[in-house]
């Protein structure tokens, strides 16, 4: 079983749209959680931590649930420049090792 | 913020070839690296990390004497994909660990590199 599974999507959405996307993880021991952001043949660029509270930014909304070992990333009004996959990242806590989800991607059309 | 500097972003090879890339952190002394390779549609793959001064640790599966690291100061770490095969087409991504936990509460990418092998 790989350590974080997201959904591949392609999740394809008008401007203004909301979507919304999950990744489930499978270290129970898992501390620290994290969205990503990766344009086209780019490095990954941190978006968001994940607060087992749940946390907002702007126009994004991510939620953690360690009952069920899944995290959730909630994008509103949506862009053009929003299109990218989204990676999901946990951070095992042992060995400060990242572990990455395989990605979603999400593209908004006009 | 932290910054890592990784060269070259791009790189075409013969096969049977050695390709060396480096990444340097640029305003932090980067004790741990991770080297990661990222296949197409693909996530982020560990292939090994190193810590400065000492050997590199691989995962299952990665060759150790194909892919040599060598993290011999706080500040650069290197890939060298030696006799390189088509199938090591592949984005090499590193990844610098800020002990303080400045950029991405302590990760800072390198830009990657693409190498290609003909």
């Known amino acids: 079983r790989k350590e974080v599974e997201q959904d591949p999507g392609p999740f394809n959405v008008p401007e203004g749209a909301t979507v919304a996307f999950n990744c489930t993880y499978s270290?129970?021991?898992?501390?620290?959680f994290f969205w990503y952001r990766q344009d086209c043949r780019k490095e990954p660029k941190l978006l968001m931590s994940v607060y087992s509270s749940g946390n907002e930014d702007g126009r994004f909304t991510a939620q953690l649930n360690r009952a069920s070992q899944y995290i959730s990333l909630l994008i509103r009004d949506s862009k053009l420049s929003d299109s990218a996959t989204y990676l999901c990242v946990v951070n095992s806590p042992r060995d400060y090792k990242l572990s990455f989800g395989a990605g979603t991607t999400v593209t908004v059309r006009a | 913020g932290a910054v890592v500097s990784q060269h070259p972003s791009r790189v075409i090879c013969k096969s049977g070839t050695s390709v060396k890339i480096e990444c340097r952190s640029l305003d932090f002394q980067a004790t741990t690296m991770f080297w990661y390779r990222q296949f197409p549609k693909q996530s982020l793959m560990l292939m090994a990390t190193?810590?400065?001064?000492?050997?590199?640790?691989?995962e299952q599966g990665v060759e150790k004497d194909k892919f040599l690291i060598n993290h011999a100061s706080l500040t650069l770490s290197t890939l060298t994909v030696t006799s390189a095969h088509p199938e090591d087409s592949s984005f090499y991504i590193c990844?610098?660990?800020?002990?303080?936990?400045?950029?991405?509460?302590?990760?800072?990418f390198g830009s990657g590199t693409r190498l290609t092998v003909v």
């Open positions: 270290n129970s021991a898992s501390q620290s």
């Open positions: 990844s610098a660990r800020d002990p303080t936990g400045r950029g991405s509460y302590g990760y800072t």
């Open positions: 190193s810590n400065e001064g000492s050997k590199a640790t691989y």
